[in-house]
């Protein structure tokens, strides 16, 4: 009885650790995630409105770049083994304000996205 208890428990035990440790990766694949799709915007923010080109784009690794829009990391990162895709989205809001978004994914699930507007 006492050895069936102590199994349940060391199985339940190892179960935690497995899933904290899954747990970590993710967490470290959200922040690389992050960090690539900061790195893109803020270079796109650097330089201004009139560089994205006008309309509705959408760049998501199919098409060339524009004048050099967007910036690298566009279109693929690979970092600690995971490639990381890099979609930019840019639409005109109103006549002087151009929303932008840049989405980063990886894996089957993961994604994280930013977004922000630009005026002249």
């Not at 270079?43 to 910036?71: C, H, L, M, N």
């Not at 990391?73 to 990381?84: F, H, M, N």
Request: glycine share 10%; charged share 25%; aromatic share 8%.
């Amino acid at each position: 009885m006492a050895v069936a208890l102590l199994g349940s428990c060391l199985l339940g035990l190892l179960t935690v650790i497995v899933s904290g440790l899954d747990l970590a990766d993710r967490s470290d694949q959200i922040t690389i995630a992050t960090e690539i799709a900061r790195d893109e915007m803020e270079a796109i923010k650097e330089r201004g409105f009139t560089w994205p080109p006008g309309g509705e784009q959408v760049y998501s690794g199919d098409r060339p770049r524009d004048r050099g829009f967007p910036p690298a990391p566009y279109p693929r990162v690979t970092r600690d083994g995971w490639d990381y895709l890099v979609t930019v989205t840019i639409g005109d809001v109103a006549t002087s304000v151009r929303n932008v978004r840049v989405q980063v994914r990886w894996g089957e699930r993961g994604e994280v996205s930013l977004e922000t507007y630009l005026h002249p």
